[in-house]
């Protein structure tokens, strides 16, 4: 123990000692330190060693500095101020006090007049570096003036010398100036210009012997790898590197015989021939985007309209060709890549003619101009114009066309006739390979008789889509479903929201306009089943290419039946009007079972509707027999809506749904016990004999759920999880990024600051008041120590004193020997 | 000559003695009746003081008569303020009880007086004290009569309704204020509460009893009858009267041991169509608010919540299943309806015999455990046997075609012993929900996406074969 003491101090010392030796610890009590023995967090950590011994004496020394002096200064009017060099710095020796007392005395003997020159002795002024006194520098000037043509010379003596020279460039100046510097700074380098020649010529014929020695070298080597090759090639190393004549043959049937051998190779060469006879692929038809078959489908449409036209204006005998079919194909694919105008337009109306034969283009264009209702079309630039003009036309409500249209189509001429078969032949063609053109197919193939043929040919192939319900419904206003069909597909084929940016929303018009129809069509009375029929059709093809402008079409309608249910409730039963939806409402509410996904959770549309559904049988009163059947029809409609996903409605209690709930009995037991009761209410014999299938029914899907359910678990508790003990809660820790200790974290800036200077303000009066403490403490040393100097000094005086009186006594008493008895000292003894 | 008359009645007041004539032509102007003279006894000044005391109650009778009678409200407001001016300086000093009483009767039994008088009187003299505590005693008395003739004759007086109404606009917390009042007060209320009232009346009196009538009341706890009685009513008067007296057991110390028991036979399907739901099911929440109700009792009540969720509105639906979840979240003891571990698997009884006498029950619990041993029909919570079953009702629940119940019912999810990680649900918000709040809310709701229905092979009529299933019975 001792020694592990021992050891460090000896090191502090030697460490000190080496540092500074005055410094070395001469007072003892300097080497008293605090040594710290935990870390604590908070505490102030700089220096861990506080040499609190060495603090104190310094703290003393200050204040005997300060404190002591003006304690000496107290109660006296005058001051001792001593201004002599070093007295009140004691790190001065005396030699230094007395050099600085020198230095001083000799400031102030030189420090008289700072601006005046010296006598003489020791300052010289100097030009280039020269003195002025020394002879080079005048030399020049001289020497020049001494020869016979100053005036040259004296420029050049202006040019090398005034001003130091440095103004004027002069050529081969550096030159000039390296060879002075060179001479001034070492003459040995100065050659002659024999000596450099001999040095130049030195070096050539060093360089030329050095490039005869090379060529030397390289022949020798050349001869020594010519050498070596002859050697070689006298060996016959060389020989398996060149092939020798004749040796082909033999090693080809060596690498076949080889290749026979090895299995794979044999396996790859018949896989190799046999690839021979694969059938190599081919470039199909590319698939076509949406935009295109939009596209195809209204050429197809253009056509079959410029054929119509045609045939409507024609002559009856032999105009338009025998062959509709082929000309229709013919025409539209020439009028798609018609060019506008030019020579190419020319061309290609040439080509036309040539294919269409002599007939075609002049009779129609005679038939237009002699046409007086036309007027648009009497340019005379081309067909395709007026007939779009005149599709616009049509599209834009002239109901008196159609008729005469109709008229015309009534016409009961063969050939006529045999063209409307053909075109509606061409229309099931096409319409069984094209998207929008389905329902135009299918509508055909319902209504199969000649009559509807007739009346679909009669319709414009080219319909604009209808800015109002009001177009529309004159449109089709006392046309059969087939035809309602028809006019709509066209007008989708034609207005496909492909084809342009804008179609979208007027597609958007006129899904508003066909669900208005619709709805005015479900509340007609005898109910056109039909109609609704395509109508949905439409409709159902239509969805998914506006679907949020569908939504809220159908969200608007829902409000309004909405509102009216509530009016309905809210007003007296004796008004008369039924709270019941109405057939409309029904029939709506099953166009949008239809249109949407009834299995969805929440569904923009059916949600609310199927909220509808519930308030209606909820809440309707039930006063009249149409009622009821509204009602079970509400009841169906809400089974529909809720059997795909298995969703139970309380309203309308139908068995089939639930077959899943899990409270499946409990849900039944209402409608059970009302079948039940109606047992005893004595029903015909049909009904009653449904009742009792229904009965057994319920009561046979209730046990099974009996047998089949457990009592609750929760998900994903399993007993396993629940058997394990609880699990030791955790906490985490948190730490903070940028703690400080004794930082105050009060999210008012304010008051933390406050409290700061709080604590600051006690830190410094604490301090203060310590500071005071100990300057008393110092003071009362002070005091202590003057008061026993003084005592001391008394002390002295007085046993000086008492001496001098003991002194005197003893001299009486020895009668002034000065005790020096010998007698006595002797007895004394 | 109402000049005349007035300048009479003023010569009269000046100077009663030598005008004394004055006042019979005052009095044969307002009683038209002729009176046939006395016969005179003794001298005249007792004559002339029986004939005035005749006359003054021939008087009184006339204005009262005016009032009942139904005249112009003005006439009527005027014959009152007479008549309050009568009773005032009839004995000076003091308030002629005997003929106040009469004429109070008179206006509220009559059915032709005019609000005006009604309101006048309360305005103008029912701030006096005297005034009011001798109408609460007359209030008090005239109920009692009423009650005891409706007792008489079984079926109620129409008379008596007006008069009640009146009683109830009369009714303010304010007359109670010392201990006469008080107790005058409470006897009036309590007259009042023993006649056969009206329904709207009694829903009017119920609505206010516990916070405006009860804590001034002197003895509270005789309205219990009244509170039993009303309990007997069912539905949101029930539900009133049981608030009162839940007032009364947990304030004044009142003993009803079937106070849940009540409670739970209000749950009805009806409470669900009734107008006042929300005010219904506020108060259900706070009765069953409280932590301290036996676990059995609260499971029965989430079981007798979930049964009703079964086939109310969506609405209603969300409103019981938040009571559901509430209930179980403050009696963890219920957890077990929502998540009932799996039994150990038993060892095989040796003794099969005794497995027999179990009967039922046992074999309900055994194997499936698929009978609902829940008694819906019981009574009485604790006959219900609720605790031992399990709430299928909410599994189904999972599948309503509402998506928001069906969101409620997902909360139920979660395990809610863990107290930090649930809360209860607020019930004030669903508590006004109805069919069209609900289709309103999901009419406005903003559309992210719609999806469009998918065919495999596109229906092609409106009603479709394909959808016949869902329209059995239906020629399609």
Redesign the interface.
């Known amino acids: 123990m001792a020694k592990r003491r021992k050891a460090p101090r000896k090191a502090q010392q030697a460490a000190a000692a080496a540092v500074s030796k005055p410094a070395a610890a001469s007072n003892p009590f300097e080497r008293l330190h605090s040594r710290k023995k935990f870390a604590i967090l908070g505490k102030r950590a700089k220096g861990e060693q506080r040499p609190s011994g060495k603090l104190r004496s310094e703290a003393v020394e200050k204040r005997e500095k300060t404190l002591l002096v003006e304690y000496k200064q107290l109660r006296k009017a005058n001051a001792f101020i001593d201004r002599r060099f070093g007295e009140d710095d004691d790190t001065l020796t005396a030699e230094e006090k007395a050099v600085a007392r020198f230095q001083k005395e000799r400031m102030k003997a030189i420090g008289g007049d700072r601006f005046a020159l010296g006598d003489g002795e020791g300052e010289e002024l100097t030009h280039l570096g020269r003195f002025l006194s020394e002879g080079g520098l005048g030399e020049a000037p001289e020497s020049s003036d001494s020869d016979e043509d100053g005036g040259a010379l004296d420029d050049a003596v202006v040019r090398e010398f005034h001003f130091g020279g440095g103004f004027v460039r002069k050529e081969g100046a550096a030159d000039v100036s390296a060879g002075s510097t060179g001479a001034e700074q070492d003459p040995e380098r100065r050659r002659t210009k024999k000596e450099v020649m001999e040095e130049v010529m030195a070096k050539s014929k060093a360089a030329r012997s050095a490039k005869r020695e090379q060529r030397a070298e390289d022949l020798d080597a050349t001869d020594a790898l010519d050498a070596q090759f002859a050697a070689l090639v006298a060996q016959g190393g060389l020989a398996d590197l060149v092939r020798p004549k004749g040796s082909r043959r033999d090693r080809v049937a060596a690498a076949a015989a080889a290749a026979a051998q090895a299995a794979e190779d044999i396996v790859f060469d018949r896989a190799r021939r046999e690839l021979v006879f694969e059938a190599k692929a081919t470039v199909g038809d590319r698939t076509h985007t949406a935009e295109e078959l939009a596209e195809a489908e209204a050429q197809r449409l253009q056509a079959l309209e410029a054929a119509r036209q045609r045939r409507m204006r024609a002559a009856p005998a032999g105009v338009g060709g025998d062959d509709p079919d082929d000309d229709c194909e013919a025409a539209g694919d020439k009028d798609a890549a018609a060019p506008a105008g030019g020579y190419a337009a020319r061309r290609h109306k040439r080509r036309r003619a040539e294919a269409a034969g002599p007939s075609g283009d002049a009779l129609e264009d005679d038939f237009e101009v002699s046409d007086g209702d036309r007027g648009g079309s009497g340019d005379g630039s081309g067909s395709e114009d007026g007939e779009d003009e005149d599709t616009d036309e049509d599209g834009g409500a002239a109901t008196g066309l159609q008729a005469r249209q109709a008229a015309r189509a009534a016409g009961a001429h063969p050939l006529q006739q045999s063209l409307r078969a053909a075109s509606a032949a061409l229309l099931r063609k096409y319409g069984a390979g094209a998207a929008g053109g389905g329902a135009g197919a299918?509508g055909a193939e319902l209504g199969s008789s000649d009559a509807v043929k007739a009346s679909l040919a009669a319709l414009p192939y080219l319909l604009g889509l209808p800015a109002s319900y009001e177009e529309f419904a004159a449109l089709v206003a006392g046309r059969p479903a087939e035809e309602l069909s028809a006019a709509m597909g066209r007008m989708r084929a034609c207005n496909a929201a492909a084809l342009s940016a804008d179609n979208r929303r007027r597609l958007q018009e006129f899904y508003g306009v066909l669900v208005q129809h619709f709805a005015l069509r479900a509340g007609a009375r005898p109910l056109p089943?039909d109609e609704?029929?395509v109508l949905?059709?439409h409709l159902?093809?239509l969805?998914?290419e506006v679907?949020?402008y569908?939504?809220?079409v159908a969200?608007a309608r829902?409000?309004r039946l909405?509102d009216r249910l509530?009016a309905a409730l809210r007003g007296s039963p004796a008004d008369g009007a039924s709270a019941w939806p109405g057939a409309r409402g029904l029939?709506l509410l099953?166009?949008w079972a239809?249109?949407?996904?009834?299995s969805?959770?929440?569904?923009?549309?059916l949600?609310?509707a199927?909220?509808?559904a519930?308030?209606c049988l909820?809440?309707c009163p039930l006063a009249r027999a149409s009622d009821v059947a509204q009602g079970?029809?509400l009841a169906?409609?809400?089974?529909?809506?809720?059997?795909p996903?298995?969703?139970?409605?309380?309203?309308a209690?139908t068995f089939?749904v639930?077959g899943k709930?899990?409270?499946?009995?409990?849900?039944l037991a209402?409608a059970m016990s009302a079948l039940r009761a109606l047992g005893a209410a004595g029903l015909p014999q049909a009904l009653e004999t449904q009742r009792r299938g229904a009965l057994a029914a319920l009561e046979a899907a209730a046990a099974a759920?009996?047998?089949?359910?457990?009592?609750?678990?929760?998900?994903?508790?399993t007993?396993a999880a629940?058997a394990r003990a609880p699990a030791a809660k955790m906490y985490n820790p948190r730490f903070e990024e940028d703690y400080a200790a004794g930082r105050d974290n009060d999210p008012d800036r304010e008051r933390a600051e406050q409290r700061r200077l709080k604590r600051q303000l006690q830190k410094e009066k604490r301090g203060a008041m310590r500071e005071l403490r100990k300057d008393a403490v110092f003071i009362g040393g002070v005091r202590q120590a003057e008061a026993a100097a003084a005592a001391a000094e008394l002390r002295g005086t007085r046993r000086a004193n008492f001496a001098i009186l003991e002194q005197q006594e003893a001299d009486a008493r020895s009668g002034g020997q000065g005790g020096m008895f010998k007698s006595r000292k002797r007895g004394h003894k | 000559m109402t000049r005349s008359f007035s300048d009479l009645g003023e010569a009269l007041l000046q100077d009663p003695v030598s005008n004394a004539n004055n006042a019979a032509h005052l009095l044969a102007a307002v009683c038209p009746c002729g009176e046939a003279p006395a016969p005179v006894v003794g001298d005249a000044e007792a004559t002339y003081r029986q004939w005035l005391l005749r006359q003054y109650t021939a008087l009184l009778a006339r204005l009262r008569g005016l009032i009942a009678g139904g005249a112009l409200p003005i006439v009527q407001t005027r014959a009152l303020s007479t008549l309050m001016d009568l009773v005032r300086a009839e004995w000076p000093g003091e308030f002629a009880a005997a003929t106040f009483s009469p004429a109070l009767e008179a206006v509220l039994r009559s059915r032709k007086a005019a609000p005006e008088v009604i309101s006048a009187f309360l305005n103008k003299y029912l701030a006096y004290a005297d005034v009011r505590y001798h109408t609460l005693k007359v209030l008090a008395k005239a109920a009692a009569r009423s009650a005891a003739e409706a007792a008489a004759s079984s079926d109620s007086d129409a008379a008596e309704q007006p008069e009640a109404g009146r009683q109830d606009m009369v009714s303010d917390a304010d007359l109670a204020r010392n201990v006469y009042d008080r107790r005058a007060w409470s006897g009036a209320w309590l007259a009042l509460l023993r006649m056969p009232l009206p329904d709207d009346i009694f829903r009017k009196v119920l609505v206010r009893l516990h916070a405006d009538v009860l804590p001034h009341l002197i003895n509270p706890l005789l309205l219990t009858d009244f509170l039993t009685n009303a309990l007997d009513r069912g539905g949101l008067n029930g539900m009133l009267a049981l608030h009162g007296i839940f007032t009364l057991v947990t304030r004044h110390g009142l003993e009803y041991p079937r106070f849940y028991e009540r409670l739970y036979q209000l749950l009805t399907p009806a409470a669900f169509q009734a107008r006042q739901r929300a005010r219904f099911f506020e108060l259900a929440d706070v009765f069953l608010s409280s932590g301290l109700v036996p676990a059995y009792t609260a499971a029965a009540f989430a079981k007798r919540f979930a049964?009703l969720a079964?086939?109310?509105?969506?609405a209603g639906?969300l409103v019981s299943i938040a009571f559901v979840h509430n209930l179980l979240r403050r009696h963890p003891a219920c957890g077990v309806?929502?998540?009932?571990?799996?039994r150990p698997a038993a060892p095989a009884d040796p003794n099969p015999a005794s497995c027999a006498p179990a009967g039922e029950a046992d074999a309900a619990a055994g194997p499936?455990?698929?009978?609902?041993v829940y008694v819906e029909v019981a009574p009485d919570p604790a006959l219900s046997r609720a605790i031992e079953s399990?709430?299928?009702?909410l599994?189904?629940?999972r599948?309503?075609?509402?998506?928001q119940v069906?969101a409620v019912v997902g909360v139920l999810?979660k395990?809610l012993a863990d107290r930090k990680r649930t809360a209860e649900i607020d019930l004030a918000p669903l508590l006004p929900g109805s069919?069209?709040s609900?289709?309103?809310s999901?009419?406005t709701?903003r559309?992210k996406?719609?999806?469009?229905?998918?065919?495999a092979e596109?229906?092609?009529?409106?009603?479709?074969v394909n959808?016949a299933?869902?329209?059995?019975?239906?020629a399609i």
């Open positions: 299918r089943l609704l029929d949905t059709v159902l093809a969805t998914p679907p949020v569908a939504a809220t969200r829902l409000q909405l509530a029939l099953k166009l239809t249109l949407f996904p009834a969805d959770r929440r569904h923009a549309v949600t609310p199927a909220l509808v519930g308030a909820a809440l079970l029809f169906s409609l809400a089974l529909h809506l809720t059997a996903a298995q969703r139970l409605a309380p309203e209690l089939a639930f709930a899990a409270a499946l009995p409990e849900l209402p759920r009996i047998a089949a359910r457990r009592p609750l678990q929760r998900r994903g508790a007993s629940l | 049964r079964l086939t109310a509105p969506p639906a309806l929502l998540h009932r571990p799996p499936g455990g698929g009978v609902d399990s709430l299928w009702e599994d189904s629940l599948n309503h075609y509402c998506p069906a999810d395990d069919y069209a609900l289709a309103n999901e009419l709701r559309m996406r719609v999806p469009t229905a998918f065919y596109p229906p092609r009529r409106l009603l479709d959808c299933a869902d329209f059995a019975g239906w």
